[in-house]
């Protein structure tokens, strides 16, 4: 776990900057300081406390499957990956993040099926100069 110390220096709240982090290949969240909730989505103001107080912290990038769908109608961006598995993971600490499911047969997956956050090094066509994370087996 790393986390960035100097409280000038903390970066901005925003999804945005959590791509930023993700360009690094780190999974990053917001972290209340004062009560140690996270949040992923980032939020700027802790809505478990209602402190201002927080930090990114480094999130672990294991976890397991709670829900999926494989998907056979997407979205223009993503039609040539069709189909693709989309689903939701647990993360260790709790955090649920969605994403795609990549390197593993479809008919394999199942609920609690072990995976892990990997990074695309590649921004995708139609798609916000962003990079994006997904999962695969772990
Ligand atoms: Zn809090």
Redesign the pocket.
Same mark, same amino acid.
């Given at each position: 776990m790393e986390k960035l110390n100097s409280k000038a220096e903390e970066p901005p709240f925003t999804i945005e900057q959590f791509f930023k982090f993700l360009k690094e290949k780190k999974l990053m969240a917001a972290k $209340?300081?004062? $009560?140690?909730?996270l949040y992923l989505p980032p939020k700027p103001i =802790?809505t478990? =406390?209602?402190?201002k107080e927080l930090n990114w912290t480094q999130l672990g990038t294991k976890g397991r499957l709670i829900t999926y769908t494989v998907i056979h109608i997407a979205p223009e961006q993503f039609q040539k990956n069709i189909p693709y598995a989309y689903g939701i993971i647990e993360l260790e600490n709790g955090l649920r993040i969605p994403g795609i499911i990549k390197g593993i047969e479809h008919e394999k997956l199942k609920v609690g099926t072990e995976l892990e956050v990997d990074f695309e090094t590649e921004p995708s066509p139609n798609w916000p100069q962003w990079p994006r994370y997904y999962f695969k087996p772990a």
């Open positions: $209340c300081i004062k $009560c140690g909730k =802790c478990n =406390c209602y402190s």
